[in-house]
């Protein structure tokens, strides 16, 4: 794999604004000169809904390279970095790391970075094999990961039609339980890619909880984490939709702001209690957690974790679930370790946490135009 190194309110009594991953809260007097300067919930503008809404549009019966590569970036991805580099190869589709758009602080192994490809391989695997066309994917090779597109039946399914519908639903949740046997059916679909989905739920959520908040403090606590998080946050719809990337504040049903406040106003009211108290409240209202754990510590095994949680996600869709990822707790080396003795692992490592449960949507987000991102 020699290809492997050449390569995340309101203004009310006070501000409460909620920006991707995190929670600034603040005065009266910084709410007051907020709303003074024009801050209030604007909704989504008409050009941010028609770029979604393009973003989303039906894949042709007989798609062309870049429609596919559309419905390869709608997989998740750490930051919305989009993490990727399409081009075409003799029988297929190659992706390929775009070592430009790391995350060095929240991923410095590269961990998030190969499991987002590992949606993107996901989603344009499925959506190939919807237009009959193979989809298989290779192993990592010098190209990337290849997809073949070879004639093949079509295999037109629930995964397919929850491609564009799929998204993180960063919010509270309703509270109700799942059955096991849905449960069930969600780690099927982990185990299709050798990966093992590890469900707790009511009081064995806690101690993953626990987790989370050591691991959001300890991020929250680091400068170069917040910097990083800050450089890919974007504070109001057009300049979500110029760049095509990163992680939007109304996606998180957030108040939009002209940039340079923005940046101010998260550099003021960023702090670690409020945030510590929203995910024990979004936790709390989910029906569980799962963890993802690959076979193997290493890109191929990231990768697999990415396509397992691809297909897992897909899969809650279709069957009228949300999700969201719940991360912190495997960020952190050391958070996690606890959360790999926890969960009983021994030396297998836990890739990816995210909550499961029912709510409305949430708006979505954008994605640069396939063209950006093909060679
Ligand atoms: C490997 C990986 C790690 C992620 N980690 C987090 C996380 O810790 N917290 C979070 O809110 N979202 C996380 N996300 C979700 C992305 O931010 C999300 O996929 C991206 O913003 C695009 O939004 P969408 O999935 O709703 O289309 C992660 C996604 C991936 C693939």
């Known amino acids: 794999m020699t290809w492997i190194k050449e390569h995340r309110g309101r203004i009310c009594h006070c501000l409460c604004m909620e920006i991707g991953r995190r929670i600034f809260i603040g005065g009266a007097v910084a709410g007051a000169a907020a709303f003074g300067a024009g801050l209030w919930w604007r909704g989504l503008s008409a050009p941010y809904v028609a770029a979604a809404d393009r973003l ?44 430009s758009r790391r995350t060095p602080v929240v991923d410095p192994d590269d961990h998030h970075l190969y499991a987002s490809l590992g949606c993107a391989a996901e989603s344009l695997s499925i959506a190939a094999r919807a237009r009959g066309l193979s989809g298989e994917i290779g192993e990592a090779g010098a190209e990337g990961l290849i997809a073949t597109l070879r004639p093949a039946q079509p295999e037109i399914g629930a995964l397919f039609a929850a491609i564009p519908e799929r998204q993180c639903t960063r919010s509270a949740y309703d509270g109700t339980r799942l059955t096991s046997e849905e449960v069930g059916v969600l780690a099927a679909e982990a185990k299709v890619h050798g990966v093992t989905a590890i469900w707790r739920e009511g009081a064995a959520v806690e101690p993953i909880l626990d987790l989370v908040i050591a691991g959001n403090t300890r991020q929250m606590e680091n400068p170069a984490f917040v910097a990083e998080l800050r450089k890919w946050i974007r504070f109001n719809g057009a300049q979500a939709a110029r760049t095509g990337d990163g992680l939007y504040a109304a996606v998180s049903g957030n108040p939009t702001a002209p940039e340079t406040i923005g940046r101010i106003l998260f550099d003021a009211f960023f702090r670690i209690g409020p945030e510590n108290d929203k995910y024990a409240r979004h936790i709390r209202s989910s029906a569980g957690i799962f963890t993802l754990v690959a076979p193997s510590n290493d890109p191929a095994g990231w990768i697999a974790a990415g396509r397992a949680y691809q297909r897992m996600a897909l899969r809650a869709t279709a069957m009228g679930l949300r999700n969201a990822f719940v991360n912190q707790s495997v960020e952190e080396p050391a958070v996690r370790a606890d959360l790999a003795s926890l969960l009983d692992l021994d030396e297998m490592r836990p890739n990816l946490v995210f909550r499961v449960g029912r709510a409305p949507p949430m708006p979505r987000s954008l994605r640069r135009l396939p063209e950006a991102v093909m060679n």
């Open 56 to 99: 989303r549009s039906p894949l042709p019966s007989l798609p062309e390279t870049l429609d596919l590569v559309r419905f390869a970036t709608l997989g998740a991805n750490g930051h919305n970095t989009q993490p990727w580099r399409f081009s075409k190869v003799a029988d297929g589709l190659a992706i390929a790391p775009d070592f």
